[in-house]
């Protein structure tokens, strides 16, 4: 049973930091996408960035030179560290990843920017 799960969420005041992190578990013989959504109250999910097994990534204009996704390959791991928070970053964050051909998301992390 492959899992993926997401942890590192919580408070912070703008302009602050947060470190996300997403550990695969599991079977897993492929690994290749890996990435991270957000979805705020009354919105739908959206992108926020991805790593691929190459590591390219790619970011949302609303994240880039904010966010930096890194992914750590032994430890089937991705992180986003997120610098320079928003109020309009917060959201429930979401880990997503292509593990054997199949699609799975983790269960969500909250992060709420506020002072």
């Known amino acids: 049973q492959v899992q993926l799960v997401e942890s590192g969420g919580g408070l912070v005041q703008p302009g602050g930091s947060l470190r996300l992190s997403c550990a695969a578990s599991?079977?897993?013989?492929?690994?290749?996408?890996m990435g991270w959504y957000r979805q705020a109250p009354g919105k739908e999910r959206e992108l926020v960035a991805v790593i691929f097994s190459g590591g390219r990534t790619n970011y949302a204009d609303s994240v880039k030179g904010r966010f930096t996704i890194s992914r750590d390959n032994a430890k089937n791991t991705v992180y986003l560290q997120m610098n320079s928070l928003k109020p309009e970053d917060t959201a429930d964050y979401y880990c997503n990843s292509v593990i054997n051909g199949g699609n799975y998301w983790g269960r969500g992390t909250q992060v709420t920017v506020s002072s």
């Open positions: 599991g079977s897993i013989f492929s690994l290749n996408y």
